[in-house]
């Protein structure tokens, strides 16, 4: 694909012999210089196919100038910021090349003084950037090579006036590529803004779930998905699991209900410090926490490749986040299960989910809400059809469904 011999060496080195299918599409044309829009589902190692080409550019090109970046990658949250940079860093090892992470919670101070000789390549989230550039602690002038990464997750977390904002600091003459794994109308905009004729690469369609994922619903009241949940995770205590909620209060009082149950649980949201989430993924990680609950904005783009399950707690408001979500699992090929919990209010969510999926999801138990189309009964789950404990009954009176009110999707990008 054009990689130079020490970089292949490298790859070698850590594993890496045969290349994704979003790394085969988007990589040749990137080493021509090309623009690239790569359209993937999320855990099919998209980071690899804009970081190669990085390092193979940038290793050609000389040291950067005092407070100079020669290349950026911006990405919506810290932890996904820290895993690039992590990424970044083996496939430079061995090499000249610096690389380093700005994010929030972390001092600003130390952060500029990092950026003071200049770095080769920095991994930023757009809020921690622009305070550094209003410091003029650092500068985009000399920067050849942008990526963004998630960019439906920045654009839904609200940071598309912040990507302008730094966009005027970068020069017209720069190599640009943009990753994503759904395609939202605001990112047609968004590509016409920062890509010149891009290539565009998809791997698969946008939206779409990774394949080894099995997905299923239950349609439950909301008082019984405590219960519900303890059950589920009971079957698979050696297995670890994500577990998402809506809000911050509510995924922090979830958590401290599992731990009572005997589960070994933890917790990040927007109201944890950074050292807090730090230290629960990497407790996630080493298998010492096995139930992560997290909220949307804490948890984008974890990697974490041996999570088997994933819970949705509670339905997102934006439909294109569930398939976030259940890409944390069945990653790097590996199998993985989604299960959804659907309370009644919850009915116009599971549909827009639905919709963007372009299929239904598979009923483990209960009846569907009034307005969900769904398949046959009889998804596999232990529940069955039904009006068990855990089983819906259609719409009840008085519940509203949630089709019928208009949410505004919230401005997210502080958080991060």
Same mark, same amino acid.
């Given at each position: 694909?054009?990689?130079?011999?020490?970089?292949?060496?490298?790859?070698?080195?850590?594993?890496?012999?045969?290349?994704?299918?979003?790394?085969?599409?988007?990589?040749?044309?990137?080493?021509?210089?090309?623009?690239?829009?790569?359209?993937?589902?999320?855990?099919?190692?998209?980071?690899?196919?804009?970081?190669?080409?990085?390092?193979?550019?940038?290793?050609?090109?000389?040291?950067?100038?005092?407070?100079?970046?020669?290349?950026?990658? *911006?990405?919506? =949250? %810290?932890? $996904?910021?820290?895993?690039? #940079? @992590?990424?970044?860093? /083996?496939?430079?090892?061995?090499?000249? !090349?610096?690389?380093?992470?700005?994010?929030?919670?972390?001092?600003?101070?130390?952060?500029?003084?990092?950026?003071?000789?200049?770095?080769?390549?920095?991994?930023?989230?757009?809020?921690?950037?622009?305070?550094?550039?209003?410091?003029?602690?650092?500068? *985009?002038?000399? =920067? %050849?090579? $942008?990526?963004?990464?998630? #960019? @439906?997750?920045?654009? /839904?977390?609200?940071?598309?006036?912040? !990507?302008?904002?730094?966009?005027?600091?970068?020069?017209?003459?720069?190599?640009?590529?943009?990753?994503?794994?759904?395609?939202?109308?605001?990112?047609?905009?968004?590509?016409?803004?920062?890509?010149?004729?891009?290539?565009?690469?998809?791997?698969?369609?946008?939206?779409?779930?990774?394949?080894?994922?099995?997905?299923?619903?239950?349609?439950?009241?909301?008082?019984?998905?405590?219960?519900? !949940?303890?059950?589920?995770?009971?079957?698979?205590?050696?297995?670890?699991?994500?577990?998402?909620?809506?809000?911050?209060?509510?995924?922090?009082?979830?958590?401290?209900?599992?731990?009572?149950?005997?589960?070994?649980?933890?917790?990040?949201?927007?109201?944890?410090?950074?050292?807090?989430?730090?230290?629960?993924?990497?407790?996630?990680?080493?298998?010492?926490?096995?139930?992560?609950?997290?909220?949307?904005?804490?948890?984008?783009?974890?990697?974490?490749?041996?999570?088997?399950?994933?819970?949705?707690?509670?339905?997102?408001?934006?439909?294109?986040?569930?398939?976030?979500?259940?890409?944390?699992?069945?990653?790097?090929?590996?199998?993985?299960?989604?299960?959804?919990?659907?309370?009644?209010?919850?009915?116009?969510?599971?549909?827009?989910?639905?919709?963007?999926?372009?299929?239904?999801?598979?009923?483990?138990?209960?009846?569907?809400?009034?307005?969900?189309?769904?398949?046959?009964?009889?998804?596999?789950?232990?529940?069955?059809?039904?009006?068990?404990?855990?089983?819906?009954?259609?719409?009840?009176?008085?519940?509203?469904?949630?089709?019928?009110?208009?949410?505004?999707?919230?401005?997210?990008?502080?958080?991060?």
């Amino acid at each position: 694909m054009g990689l130079p011999e020490k970089l292949v060496a490298r790859l070698a080195d850590m594993g890496l012999t045969e290349p994704t299918p979003i790394q085969k599409g988007a990589i040749p044309f990137a080493m021509d210089g090309r623009d690239v829009m790569g359209l993937a589902q999320t855990g099919t190692g998209k980071t690899a196919a804009f970081g190669l080409p990085l390092v193979a550019h940038i290793g050609a090109m000389g040291r950067p100038e005092p407070k100079g970046v020669q290349g950026l990658v *911006l990405a919506p =949250t %810290r932890e $996904l910021a820290g895993q690039i #940079a @992590d990424t970044l860093r /083996d496939l430079t090892q061995g090499s000249p !090349l610096k690389v380093a992470v700005v994010v929030g919670g972390q001092s600003l101070n130390a952060q500029a003084k990092r950026l003071e000789r200049g770095v080769d390549l920095l991994v930023a989230t757009p809020g921690r950037l622009i305070d550094l550039l209003d410091r003029r602690a650092v500068r *985009l002038d000399q =920067t %050849r090579f $942008l990526v963004l990464d998630e #960019a @439906d997750q920045m654009l /839904d977390m609200g940071f598309i006036h912040a !990507l302008r904002q730094i966009s005027r600091h970068l020069p017209a003459k720069r190599q640009t590529m943009l990753f994503s794994a759904t395609m939202p109308k605001l990112m047609e905009e968004l590509s016409g803004e920062y890509l010149d004729n891009p290539q565009k690469v998809q791997v698969s369609p946008p939206g779409k779930a990774a394949d080894k994922i099995e997905q299923s619903v239950h349609f439950i009241a909301k008082s019984e998905k405590q219960a519900l !949940l303890i059950e589920l995770l009971d079957t698979h205590r050696d297995e670890l699991a994500l577990v998402f909620g809506r809000t911050k209060h509510g995924s922090e009082k979830l958590m401290k209900q599992l731990e009572k149950a005997g589960f070994a649980a933890a917790s990040i949201h927007g109201n944890k410090s950074q050292g807090q989430r730090d230290r629960a993924l990497q407790a996630f990680r080493d298998g010492t926490v096995r139930v992560l609950v997290a909220t949307d904005v804490a948890a984008r783009g974890l990697d974490i490749p041996a999570v088997r399950h994933v819970y949705n707690y509670d339905l997102p408001n934006v439909p294109e986040n569930y398939v976030h979500r259940i890409g944390r699992t069945a990653r790097a090929g590996r199998d993985g299960a989604a299960v959804a919990f659907c309370a009644p209010d919850e009915a116009g969510e599971l549909r827009a989910i639905q919709k963007v999926l372009k299929m239904s999801i598979p009923v483990a138990s209960g009846r569907p809400w009034e307005g969900v189309e769904a398949p046959g009964q009889g998804g596999g789950g232990k529940r069955g059809g039904g009006r068990g404990p855990g089983g819906g009954g259609g719409q009840k009176p008085g519940s509203g469904n949630s089709s019928n009110r208009r949410r505004r999707r919230p401005n997210r990008a502080k958080a991060a």
